[in-house]
């Protein structure tokens, strides 16, 4: 993942260094595929968004929403720069 990294968090570190829910990705991974449409609600840092990005690709969309307004500022970074690459990155949104 190519996402902006900030290591004061403790999820962030485990992103980081590739130990974080391996095997949830292995089995998005079977689930999604270019072109599809993600919704992924309670986002955090957009983790699994970016996962979903590279996923669906240019012709797909990933929509991601955080509440939590620290973690929501992250996700908006993170989903810029994959929109930046052509990630199929919908947008990321703060929800209230």
């Given at each position: 993942m190519h996402?902006?990294?900030?290591?004061?968090?403790?999820?962030?570190?485990?992103?980081?260094?590739?130990?974080?829910?391996q095997?949830?990705?292995?089995?998005?991974?079977?689930?999604?595929?270019?072109?599809?449409?993600?919704l992924?609600?309670g986002?955090?840092v957009g983790f699994?968004?970016c996962?979903?990005?590279?996923?669906?690709?240019?012709t797909?969309?990933?929509?991601?929403?955080?509440?939590?307004?620290?973690?929501?500022?992250r996700l908006?970074t993170?989903?810029?720069a994959?929109r930046s690459r052509?990630q199929?990155?919908g947008?990321a949104?703060r929800?209230?």
């Amino acid at each position: 993942m190519h996402a902006k990294r900030f290591p004061d968090d403790d999820v962030q570190r485990r992103i980081f260094f590739g130990i974080f829910e391996q095997k949830e990705i292995a089995l998005v991974k079977g689930l999604v595929g270019r072109g599809d449409v993600c919704l992924d609600v309670g986002a955090n840092v957009g983790f699994y968004a970016c996962h979903l990005g590279r996923l669906v690709g240019s012709t797909g969309k990933v929509f991601a929403f955080e509440p939590e307004p620290r973690n929501a500022v992250r996700l908006e970074t993170n989903s810029e720069a994959f929109r930046s690459r052509g990630q199929g990155f919908g947008g990321a949104r703060r929800s209230i």
